[in-house]
Nanobody, 126 residues
Framework: QVQLVESGGGLVQAGGSLRLSCAAS????????MGWFRQAPGKEREFVAA????????GYADSVKGRFTISRDNAKNTVYLQMNSLKPQDTAVYYC???????????????????WGQGTQVTVSS
């Protein structure tokens, strides 16, 4: 079992920045590929960013590419999502997710991940 706890959400004006953190516990963090997803009211949960277990590879949704950066610190069992140039359409609950992997693959599909955090709210005002 892996337990994931997100933090760092809040209210920010458009154009501002936030950094989300996701602290993992329970298993060897470096054995897990990690992802960030988000869910806006009335919408399905969607992929935002993912990172390989070593941190050497990452991928992004087109809607956040160039504005968001995913990173991880395996010594601290934490994955981060740096969000810059925030837009009102970035408003959502943000979730981190984990999947055990034996390779450097990153995963984009929501149903690939089998561990999820409880989410943190991000609200961007116009």
């Amino acid at each position: 079992q892996v337990q994931l706890v997100e933090s760092g959400g809040g209210l920010v004006q458009a154009g501002g920045s936030l950094r989300l953190s996701c602290a993992a516990s329970g298993r060897t963090f470096s054995n897990y590929s990690m992802g960030w997803f988000r869910q806006a009211p009335g919408k399905e949960r969607e992929f935002v960013a993912a990172i390989s277990r070593s941190g050497g590879s990452s991928g992004y949704a087109d809607s956040v590419k160039g504005r968001f950066t995913i990173s991880r610190d395996n010594a601290k069992n934490t994955v981060y999502l740096q969000m810059n140039s925030l837009k009102p359409q970035d408003t959502a609950v943000y979730y981190c997710a984990a999947v055990r992997t034996y390779s450097g693959t990153i995963y984009y599909a929501r149903n690939t991940y089998n561990y999820w955090g409880q989410g943190t709210q991000v609200t961007v005002s116009s």
